[in-house]
């Protein structure tokens, strides 16, 4: 994520950074529910020039409710340069493993995996020319990613074991947003515009290839819900996006109402399968519930001359259940 310096343009120069990130895809696996990991980014600037401005970008955590939030992992950048945390990476779509232990995330041209405390960083070997949105198997050993072959193009999805670091195509017709489902089903979206939510088409896929299922059109970024039965997938509304329900066999197509923001984006679903977090105009991120529309807000989004914060692509860590 590149924010250049210029009089009166950089916060706007990072709100569109944040909103032109890729996004995530999900799956939640099925446990009590954990923590809600997210993309951060944050922007201080000084119009007058006289402190400098600072950037950070991280993976952080919270609790649904807001509390217990820190940065697992992170970049600091002062007037551009590098200031404290890791600046050697990027820090994009983070993704829960099954058992809530790890999380894996876009670290610019590979992907990365870390432990829930932030310890144990290692990059995976790379398979495309930039590697991203990684998505876990309900197993555990295997990431489902997306991109481009070397010489460039369309974005397709591919499966790396992580034991072995051995790789595979899925798809050769492009394809983005992947989510694994605990029913070994990988739903992804294909055609449209990663800028432009909701645009392009869900399909549902074998972790092997065949049996190729078209679940929606004019819907992306779907995420399963625990018990690999049903997905939520954003949709255009007007100008703005909404979100809808569907089956895993493409039936019962239904819109939320979600008061929780006026354009949502980037849904996951909470492992007991009673709550929605998504992240609305602005990047304030909430969390929903199914029942009765409640809504808590995790982290709150904010923009001014001097300033810009926002979350994205939420990712819900499934605990043990007691």
Known sequence: MDVRRAPGLLVIAGALAVLGMPAAASAAFPGENGR?????????????????????????????????????????????????????????????????KRIAFDAG???AVMRSDGTGF??????????????????????????PPPSGGRNDLHVLELASGEPYRLTSDGGRSPAWSSRNRIAFTRGGSMDRPGTGATYTIRPGG????????????????????????????RRLTSLWVVRADGSGLRRMV?????????????????????????????????????????????????????????????????
């Not at 401005?53 to 409710?65: E, F, N, Y």
């Open 36 to 100: 809600i990991a997210f993309k951060w980014f944050e922007l201080r600037e000084d119009e007058l020039a006289l402190d400098p401005s600072t950037v950070k970008h991280s993976i952080d955590v919270a609790r649904p409710g807001g509390q217990g939030r820190r940065s697992l992992r992170f970049c600091e950048e002062v007037d551009g340069q590098p200031g404290s945390g890791d600046c050697s990476i990027e820090y994009l779509s983070p993704a829960w493993s099954p058992d809530g």
């Open 109 to 111: 041209t590979r992907l």
């Open 122 to 147: 290692r990059l995976l070997p790379q398979v495309t020319a930039n590697d991203g949105e990684p998505a876990w198997s309900p197993d555990g050993r295997r990431l489902v990613l997306t991109g």
């Open 210 to 237: 065949g049996g190729l299922r078209l679940l929606a059109r004019r819907a992306s970024d779907p995420s399963w819900s625990p018990g690999g039965i049903r997905l939520v997938v954003v949709r255009p509304k």
């Open 258 to 322: 979600t008061p929780g923001a006026d354009d949502p984006e980037r849904p996951c679903w909470s492992p007991d399968g009673r709550q929605i977090a998504y992240t609305g105009f602005g990047g304030t991120l909430v969390a929903q519930r199914l029942r009765d529309r409640r809504i808590r807000e995790v982290v709150r989004g904010a923009s001014g001359a001097e300033y810009s914060f926002a979350a994205s692509s939420p990712d819900w860590q499934p605990l043990p259940r007691r």
